[in-house]
């Protein structure tokens, strides 16, 4: 198993080194543009496989596409990440070019893989892949909801003071401070309800607490969040490559199901070894549906500043 991770940076070695500490692949590439960058977090992540009892290889490039070829899995990070007060959308114009040509890169070299999407408006971003790369549409997936949904159930764990481990919860819809939709309402602490539990008022805050998830850690780390973005991202992979159909909620490309088509949006899915396997359509309130909608209008505001 052949995963490629391009961009190095934060994201891209947290989640090289968590995909090589579950020991589950036999390669990671990581591919950035900077000069010796990725040859270099290369070497520090395998300089700590004895330590940490992993026999994955990992290897860094700069640029060199040739090194990535036959990949099963590319996930692409490469970009520039958020500064405090600015939204994930304002990276639109930037992250478009660079994620646009490192997908054609990718694919020439590994016409057969699945690629994961990272870079932010991730959503927007991910369709972009889907529209320049015409790959069929399992094989393209998008990370946000799965981030999203751990930073739900710390934060209903927070709440509930209970351990994580009882909590379940999810959050779908764009992902983005305004479009995630937290499912509280189907949040539970061992199959009960977490409404039996927690006041609204107290429910509505952890709603809160969750989409500003992402710029409550930009305003502390003076950039984007790295641990459990790659955390999230080396599950997807995970699921793929092991082929274990794990539920995440991932960006897919949908064609009617929540009654949207034409765009990429957080939805429950069952990873696999095809990449998206089924979306499972989950019987919405008429609140989540119309948080969902609302969501999905905005991902399609931004993907009309797309060109291919
Ligand atoms: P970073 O700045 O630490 O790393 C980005 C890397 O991409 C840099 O090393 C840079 O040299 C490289 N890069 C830029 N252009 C490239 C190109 N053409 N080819 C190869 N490499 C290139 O940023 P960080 O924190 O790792 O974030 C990466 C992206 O992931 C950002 O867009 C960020 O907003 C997004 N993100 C998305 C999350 C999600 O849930 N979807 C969560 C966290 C971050």
């Excluded at 405090?84 to 930037?94: A, F, T, Y």
Aim: with cysteine.
């Amino acid at each position: 198993m052949k995963v490629t991770v391009v961009g190095a940076g934060a994201v891209g070695a947290s989640c090289a080194e968590y995909i090589a500490i579950k020991n589950f692949a036999s390669e990671v590439v990581l591919v950035d543009i900077k000069e010796g960058f990725a040859e270099g977090k290369a070497m520090d992540l395998m300089q700590t496989a004895s330590l940490n009892g992993f026999d994955t290889k990992i290897t860094g490039t700069t640029g060199d596409y040739g090194k990535t070829a036959g990949s099963d899995i590319c996930v692409i990070t490469s970009g520039i990440a958020r500064k405090p007060g600015m939204s994930r959308d304002e990276l639109l114009g930037i992250n478009a070019g660079i994620v646009k040509t490192v997908a054609a890169s990718l694919v020439e070299q590994s016409p057969n893989t699945i690629i994961i999407v990272v870079s932010n408006p991730m959503d927007t971003m991910t369709y972009l892949v889907h529209k320049a790369t015409g790959l069929p549409k399992n094989r393209i997936i998008g990370m946000g909801g799965a981030l999203d949904s751990a930073r739900f159930k710390y934060r209903l764990a927070e709440a509930l003071e209970a351990p994580i481990s009882d909590v379940d919860g999810m959050v779908i819809g764009g992902h983005s401070d305004k479009g995630m939709v937290p499912l509280t309402r189907l949040a539970t602490r061992n199959s009960v309800p977490v409404s039996e539990f927690l006041s609204e008022e107290r429910l509505e805050q952890v709603k809160q607490d969750t989409k500003v998830g992402g710029a409550t850690l930009t305003g502390l780390l003076g950039t984007s969040a790295w641990y459990a973005p790659g955390a999230a991202v080396s599950g997807m992979v995970q699921a793929i490559a092991c082929d274990t159909k794990k539920i995440f909620p991932c960006s897919a490309l949908l064609e009617g199901e929540y009654g949207l088509s034409g765009l990429c949006i957080g939805v429950p899915a069952v990873l696999g070894k095809n990449g998206i396997e089924k979306i499972v359509e989950i019987n919405l309130s008429t609140e989540e549906k119309e948080a969902l909608t609302s969501s999905a209008e905005a991902v399609k505001n931004n993907n009309a500043a797309l060109t291919f």
